[in-house]
Nanobody, 126 residues
């Protein structure tokens, strides 16, 4: 099993920034793919960004460069830097992990992830 714990959410004004963190523990390994998802109120959980062990990245196209995913393998931690936040970015942000992928593989859909964090709330005020 892999346990994921997110942190860094909160209330921010439109145009502001937040940095989310997600620490992985348990049966982590060198082929652990990591990603971030967003679930707006009343909507489905959507993929934002994924990153492979080797640092390859995939982003949801509509982000248009506002968010950046990164990871620190020594700390088993993945980050999501969110800039130019908009009210529609409000929602719960989930970290997810996929075990068993190659070191270069970036999981990019909800079905590809095996483990999920509990989520962290982000609220962007207008």
């Amino acid at each position: 099993q892999v346990q994921l714990v997110e942190s860094g959410g909160g209330l921010v004004q439109a145009g502001g920034s937040l940095r989310l963190s997600c620490a992985a523990s348990g049966r982590t390994s060198s082929n652990l793919g990591l990603g971030w998802f967003h679930q707006a109120p009343g909507k489905e959980r959507e993929f934002l960004a994924g990153i492979s062990w080797s640092g390859g990245r995939i982003y949801y196209a509509d982000l248009k460069g506002r968010f950046t995913i990164s990871r620190d393998n020594a700390k088993n931690t993945v980050y999501l830097q969110m800039n130019s936040l908009k009210p529609e970015d409000t929602g719960v942000y989930y970290c997810a992990a996929r075990r068993g992928a190659s070191m270069t593989y970036v999981p990019s859909s909800r079905d590809e992830y095996d483990f999920w964090g509990q989520g962290t709330q982000v609220t962007v005020s207008s």
